[in-house]
């Protein structure tokens, strides 16, 4: 057994929660191996979040420990910086925090190539982050990844743990025949939308039958039978009563169109009414109290209401900024009543754009606004006299139903507003976004994202931007 100092570099092999396929995961030694054979590490590319008293959130390396014994552990291989790959070679990348098995697709120009990622996911990767498979650890005897997907721990008695790790999402394994579910669907005009079904059967390893209860077929005479990735199936959400109302700002679900939609309360009405903001339609609809409940996420195999989450500045910090669109005059015939978004950033990033309505002109360069998603400062609703070059029209929408990949350009819809982001990685309609106005990467959920658009000259053009 090679013997561990404190600060080496390892890998250990583990699962994450958001994706149980194996894969080796950088770390640190903390400190030399106890007597009992466990090494205490940090890993470098995993974080958890921790609540802070003042409702901010801290992010913290994850440490743990782990056995010496129980081939999990390799150093890390050295590098190899001017390695070419060619189509077909199976490689190891570095994908979703870990590296990961995969085989190369297509060997792209400006050191970048295709890879397709457990057989499943293709992604596009620079080489730095490609490398040559590893069977075993260097200088350490470690139990090594077999193609099949089956690990032999060994333990430091005689006897063998044999774990069979299938490539079927471990969330498989709840989702029964018989048993009730929300199924999302992301296809145009249902986009991001959950509708409750049943599962009646299985097909394959990662995708099920499932018959709606509120979805019928073209011709409404059967309920409608679709076949859904596990992915997009979730346990039904336990019932959270609310006998207060819901606040201004609060995400909910609401029920409309025989399911139901994730939005915001941007006006509470009298009567246990309120208007809610659905940021994937850009539509506002007035809503009774009995069609909206607590919007739940499944985080961690636990449910989280939207109003136990730690808070974030309901009105952020606003600098609203100059748009270079080539020519202004564009933007001067703007009517009573239109939808439009107002950018706001900082220091020379173009950030967030927020979602407002024109209520009138005030003069030749400014347009009084009402702000469709900030809480109001003083009266009904949050209203601002803004200069015409920090507007433009509320973009086409473009509902995407396919996954977005790694470089596209997106907005992400957080605080209120639009931000404008990259797509980093990648994993099952889970993505991780970078933003550079605050040079922070933060996961989102498909709902959640459009695709960025600009607004030149008077036209709407989609944009791409280049990984640096």
């Known amino acids: 057994m090679s013997t561990f100092n404190k600060g080496d570099k ?24 106890s007597p009992s054979g466990t090494l205490h590490v940090k890993f470098t590319t995993l974080f958890v979040e921790k609540d802070r008293k003042n409702g901010t959130r801290k992010r913290k390396k994850i440490k743990d420990y782990v056995s010496v014994t129980a081939g999990v552990i390799r150093r ?49 990767v620079e080489n730095r982050n490609v ?78 039958l499932v018959q709606y209860d509120t979805l019928t077929t073209d011709d409404q005479m059967q309920p409608l039978v679709e076949m859904v990735h596990v992915s997009n199936i979730r346990p039904l959400p336990p019932i959270i009563r609310r006998e207060h109302r819901f606040n201004m700002l609060e995400e909910v679900d609401a029920w409309y169109h025989d399911g139901w939609w994730v939005g915001a309360v941007t006006k509470v009405l009298a009567n246990l009414k309120y208007v809610v903001f659905f940021w994937t339609t850009n539509e506002e609809l007035e809503l009774h109290h009995l069609d909206l409940r607590s919007h739940q996420e499944l985080i961690n195999d636990k449910w989280v209401a939207s109003f136990s989450r730690p808070k974030v500045a309901e009105n952020p910090r606003l600098e609203k900024m100059k748009l270079q669109t080539g020519r202004r005059k564009l933007m001067m015939d703007l009517l009573c009543g239109l939808n439009v978004e107002i950018a706001h950033g900082a220091g020379r990033f173009l950030s967030t754009w927020y979602p407002a309505v024109i209520l009138e002109r005030v003069s030749s360069k400014k347009y009084l606004v009402g702000y469709r998603t900030l809480k109001p400062r003083n009266g009904p609703e949050h209203v601002e006299e803004v200069d015409v070059s920090c507007i433009r029209p509320s973009p086409p929408i473009i509902q995407q139903a396919y996954q977005f990949k790694p470089g596209d350009a997106v907005d992400a819809w957080v605080v209120n507003g639009w931000c404008i982001g990259q797509i980093r990685t990648t994993m099952n309609f889970k993505y991780e976004v970078y933003f550079w106005a605050t040079d922070s ?27 640096e």
């Open 441 to 467: 990467v933060v996961e989102f959920q498909h709902a959640y994202l459009r695709p960025h658009q600009d607004f030149i000259n008077g036209a709407w053009l989609g944009s791409y931007i280049k990984q």
């Open 131 to 208: 490398r040559v498979c590893c069977s075993t650890a260097s200088g350490f005897d470690s139990q090594q990844e077999k193609s099949t997907d089956e690990l032999v721990l060994q333990s430091p008695k005689p006897t063998k743990l044999r774990i069979i790790c299938s490539k079927q999402n471990s969330k498989a394994a709840i989702f029964q025949k018989g048993a009730r579910v929300e199924a999302r669907s992301y296809e145009e005009g249902y986009h991001g939308a959950r509708y409750v079904a049943t599962v009646i059967g299985t097909v394959g390893e990662a995708k099920f």
């Open 10 to 33: 390892l890998e250990i092999l583990r699962t994450t929660t958001t994706n149980t396929t194996p894969a080796w995961f950088p770390a640190t030694v903390i400190d030399s191996p």
């Open 76 to 124: 890390v291989p050295p590098p190899e910086p001017h390695r070419r790959f060619v189509v077909g070679e199976e490689v190891e990348v570095l994908y979703g925090c870990g590296w990961r098995r995969a085989v190369v697709k297509e060997v792209v120009e400006d050191g970048r190539c295709t890879v397709v990622v457990g057989g499943a996911v293709e992604v596009v």
